[in-house]
């Protein structure tokens, strides 16, 4: 601790940060802009200017940058000083000289940070009477929106684009007062991590263009806390309605996960909720005739209750199994669950995936691993990655990673005395280097250019090469190292060396390549790292889906609980009626193998929110309520328990949405009372899931005897909102099953960090006022954070792995995963800026192989499967790192789904193909081409 | 080779416009690379530095830092230390002038190219420091020409390069042509710059001597400071000394521009008075003009009227009448200029100039000359002065990142201290006209 005196008051603050820092730390009002707690400071808008004391004598002081001044033991300082005063409101006047009066018609408007900074420091009189400079705007893209005439030359966009994000097609040019903020030309911003721009900037440079499509005033948002649902790392999220519609997503802080940063499928991957494919009524289909491959037009509409009866006399059928989902919440899953009974409830995963998850998850549990956070990530100082790219299959980590190679960086500065807040300085000192990371998978991904070294090979090779480092770690001389080649040989012992002598290393690997021998492996190398290290060793184990831990808890891992048991189950004719749990099988399994099954049914009810395949045969569709909607619990890949809440109620005149767990108890009966009684039952029946039951204050939390409102104290016209439909005023609709309220009434000022939706303090309207609300800039929330981590039981472990042998199969070409944060995704496929976003569906092909097939990059290639009807007419990408025999295929572009992989590929030349004309070869410069190329987007 | 007598015009001894510049032979004749020699033979790297803190040499760029000290901040390894595995540092010469009205660093690079080739190999071996960059002004292509043919020489004759004369200290020396901004004079926007990065200035600390170029430990100094410093090896430190006029050490090039009768750059005893500099060297003001005032050392450099003409220029005596010696070139302003006009014009030049980092300088700079412009055309009121005024103090020095700004209110504080009422008046005249 050091002693801070601010206005002669003594403050107690951490040691070793700047002034800013500390005076926002204590509560105290500062304006800035260049600053960021994530970025630290640089000094380029001298907007947080305060006077310094030389000690107790010094009368007159000397103007400094807070942000560039060490907050120093015993450091004495005003920021009610008139010098420094008349200095700030002497920056803004100047800022203000460009900055266009538009804020009535600018998106920013009521959440701009300009604004707040400007009233804060008492610029309201303009006496600048020349014109004010202009600039070009650039079409960046389907998700951001560019207004450069409201820039303030802050340089916080390029700072956290290129040095925080490692973006490399955004730039400050030009210079003087004509500095510009943009790419070299028009063009989609590049990096997976734009986005962020929008609550970066501090005013509306960069707004979300999604949002603009259906514009409301932050104040008019109805909000509430929940958790991204598009993959399994769990960030948290602040999902705005108005209207019925959800409007746009934006980040809600939490330290230990998201930090201040979304990836853009998170925050743009939104469009589901409003979808015109949303099912919003029952659907039943008179004649039940499964071999008819009959579509949703002969559906009709049926009424709640009859679906209700309906859905009863199949939960009540000992002849009923359910499959579950891992992108439903755990009360979901677990209310079917409990209605058909354990032994009758399966998980609805692809079966390539269910035993590398259920895997994953048992290792999780031994005493020798500590599942890492996405904070916890960024403290490490040595990397192994074994089969993810991390980019695609779990983007916010990738982003943390990106922090955590700059340890090296922190290392050095620590030596040097430089403060790491120092951020130029800093990555000055450091220039390239790097803490070391090593990616080893099967291609090129989009973390490799801060990588020390790469591997690509097949997943059987990789996975011995895993085997080989962990044998190393164990015993220098095994007999696996001695049968790699001499270049896996160097990587082995770099990587042993690199992992044995780091402070604090971390093994990064998961599901994603549905090769069990890859994940064994990098399980072994954790484990051998443990015995190593004597310690819990850090690792990150990424799985694919929101849910797929909990599902995955839910049902105990259990092998007769998998998907393929109960295909078994229904081929055999023991099982008669299906419900499924908010899934599309068809992306799951052999179509044609469901197909057949699914004809030997009775009976199909399918519970979901938006309209896909799996539904086409169903004889019941009961619409369910999207995660915007409804309540739940998902777990995170790092086992992080956390809850979402609706964030605006259905809309009970057009829709008859439920959560999906609600019409299961309501078929039960009302088995369970509320929300807060199924919480508790799937606590109590699962000792892995007891600690849900404390993620959130029950529903009867009260603030000074009032909910936790999701509306803020400004919303406007709430009563007049359907007055187009009704003048008389509507109701407001209640809340009985959690402690926030569809209402204005209350304050979320000191709600608990899981309530807390958004952040607003006086003065501070826009995300910036987050610092109001953690006991340290970047620290944790006052309430408490959200989550509760369920892995770490401290059982030994007895898992023991197998090394792959290296024999090889007899088939020409084996198929591996190539995913895409773009396309990859089931629901956010369904927002069209991110469908523009996803490549066209491809092949990837080492060269050879392609020329061995007279194919080059952009022919078309027919692509087929043993033993499978489908057939697929696919561009070809040529991919140089991929190794012969391996055929690249993008998961969920084109129809491409998991189950395919279980399958060998066969290819022939598409002599019809023609080649789609490029659209993309203007001003195109190298940097484009070549994250193309890894994207497999140039054809 | 015995080294000639001393000079008392050390930095352009060599120096003659009627002839090519010195080859390499020729100028190893007049006692070329002899400090290098001494450095390598006879002195260890602390004993230069020694000798050049005893010189009492000051940086020639402008800001007047005394060298020795600078490089004092530089980390040193122990010879076994530096043998066994020589830590990574750098020289660079600041070869970018742009200082409106300066044009000294230009006579010695294209009159004696090896002068600044011998001040910097000596400087690194003082140094140890492993590589070398000479950052010059794009326009300045002869001189680069020049530098780089002296390079060449010496990399042939091993002046440069691996074991420079056996002593198991290897540099090397580039010529890198800067793409053209002012602020690349700046020492860490040059380093930027030379990194290929914007040319925007960096924070102190760190200071270069610790984290410079590539992070690494680097000195940067003014060409003419470098050319110094092998007659000080060579000669001594009372010797550089005693060149002097006043307390400040050495010799200075001195320029003068402006409607003079001869206009141009000499190389005098440092603290030779601006009168001298104007009646003997430069011939005085043109007929028909009169010296209404004059920048001394360059546009950054605040106004002094010719009541100051007989203080000595050096470091000290123009920093006691308020304004900077500056790189020593002065501009004179004579009664005909149209003083304002001059005033925006460089305003003007120092907005453009603004590498638009930070908000005073960025924002601030076109506002100043905006007003002037205004003031100018007779449209301006008193508020107008007032936010002069306002301009003087929040663009300068402490609140802005760099020197740049403060280098703009420099000429401008000083004309609204001296020059207020030709301001006024244009004020008046505006509304005796409205009115």
Known sequence: MAKLTVDDQDYDVADGNNLLHACLSIGLDLPYFCWHPCMGSVGACRQCAVKQYADENDERGRVVMACMTPASDGARISINDKQAKDFRAGVIELLMTNHPHDCPVCEEGGECHLQDMTEMSGHTTRTYDEQKRTHNNQYLGPLINHEMNRCISCYRCVRYYKDYAGGRDLDAMGAHHHVYFGRHTDGVLESPFAGNLVEVCPTGVFTDKTFSAHYSRKWDLQTSPSVCQHCAAGCNITPGERYGTLKRITNRYNADVNGYFLCDRGRFGYGFVNSDDRVTQPLARETINHADNTNSDTAIQCSTENSLTRLTQALKDPATIAIGSPRASLESNFALQSAVGESRFYRGIAPSEDTTINTLLKFQQSSCVNSASQRTIESCDAVLILGEDLTHTSPRTALSLRQTVRQRARELADEARIPFWQDAAVRELAQQEKSPLFIINTHKGDLDDIAENTYFNSPQKIARLGFAIAEQLRDKSGALSASLTPEEKEMCSTIVNALSQAKRPLIIAGASLLNEDVLNSALDVIKSLHINREEVIQAHLVVPEVNSIGLAMLTQSSAERSLSEALKQIESGAAKRLVVLENDLYQRVNPEKLDAALEKLDEIIVIDHVWHNGMAKADLIIPAASFAEGDGTVVSSEGRAQRFFATFPVNADNSSANDSWQWVNQALDNRWKNFDAIVNACAESNDLLAPIADLAPPADYRQHGLKVPRMSHRYSGRTALSANINVSEVKQPADPQTALGFTMEGSNVNAPGPLRNTAWAPGWNSNQSIHKFQDEVGGPLTGGSSGLCLFGSAESNELEFGVPSEQTSNADFSAIPFYHIFGSDELSNFAAPIAERSPQAYLALNPLDAAQLDLTQGDGATLRFENLQQVFSLTVVIRPELIRGLVGLPIGLGGLTRHLLEHSPLLEKNLAWQRVPSGRDQNVIATDQSIGLSEGLVP | ?435
């Open chain 2, 1 to 435: 080779m015995s080294l000639p007598e001393p000079t008392q015009r050390p930095l352009t001894q060599h120096v003659d416009h009627n002839r090519e510049a010195y080859n390499l032979a020729e100028y190893e004749a007049h006692g070329g690379y002899e400090s290098v020699r001494k450095m390598l033979t006879e002195l260890s790297p602390s004993a230069g530095l020694e000798l050049l803190k005893a010189s009492d040499l000051r940086g020639r760029g402008g800001a007047g830092f005394p060298t020795g000290m600078k490089w004092s901040f530089v980390p040193m390894q122990s010879e076994a230390e530096r043998l066994a595995n020589p830590m990574q540092k750098y020289i660079v010469a600041n070869a970018d002038e742009m200082e409106p009205g300066t044009f000294k660093d230009r006579v010695i690079m294209e009159g004696c190219p090896h002068l600044l080739v011998e001040g910097m190999i000596v400087g690194a071996a003082i140094l140890q420091a492993t590589t070398g960059y000479i950052f010059i002004r794009g326009e300045y292509i002869e001189a680069a020409e020049k530098l780089n043919r002296a390079i060449s020489e010496c990399r042939e004759k091993g002046w440069l390069g691996k074991n420079i004369l056996g002593s198991g200290w290897d540099f090397d020396l580039h010529v890198h042509t800067s793409a053209g901004r002012y602020i690349c004079g700046e020492e860490t926007a040059l380093l930027n710059s030379l990194e290929g990065k914007r040319a925007t200035p960096r924070a102190k600390p760190p200071f270069p001597q610790v984290s410079g170029l590539w992070g690494k430990p680097t000195i940067v100094n003014n060409v003419e400071t470098l050319a110094n410093i092998p007659n000080i090896i060579n000669y001594g430190a009372e010797w550089f000394k005693g060149l002097s006029l006043t307390e400040d050490a050495g010799t200075k090039l001195y320029g003068v521009s402006g409607r003079v009768n001869k206009a141009g750059c000499w190389e005098l005893p440092m603290g030779t008075t601006a009168r001298e500099l104007l009646e003997v060297h430069a011939g005085g003001m043109r007929d028909g003009y009169k010296l209404k005032t004059f920048l001394p050392g360059g546009g950054s450099t605040p106004l002094l009227l010719p009541e100051h003409l007989d203080t000595p220029m050096d470091y000290t005596h123009i920093g006691k009448i308020g304004s900077r010696m500056g790189t020593g070139t002065m501009i004179m302003i004579d009664d005909q200029v149209d003083f304002l006009g001059a005033l925006k014009n460089l305003e003007h030049f120092f907005a453009q100039e603004s590498c638009g980092f930070c908000t005073p300088c960025r924002d601030g700079l076109p506002w100043v000359e905006k007003t002037l412009d205004k003031i100018i055309r007779g449209k301006g009121t008193s508020a107008d002065i007032e936010w002069l005024d306002r301009a003087t103090v929040n663009l300068n020095m402490g609140f802005t990142f760099c020197a740049h700004a403060p280098g703009a209110m420099g000429p401008l504080e000083s004309a609204l201290k001296y020059f207020r009422a030709e301001f006024e008046t244009r004020i008046k005249l505006h509304h005796s006209e409205t009115v």
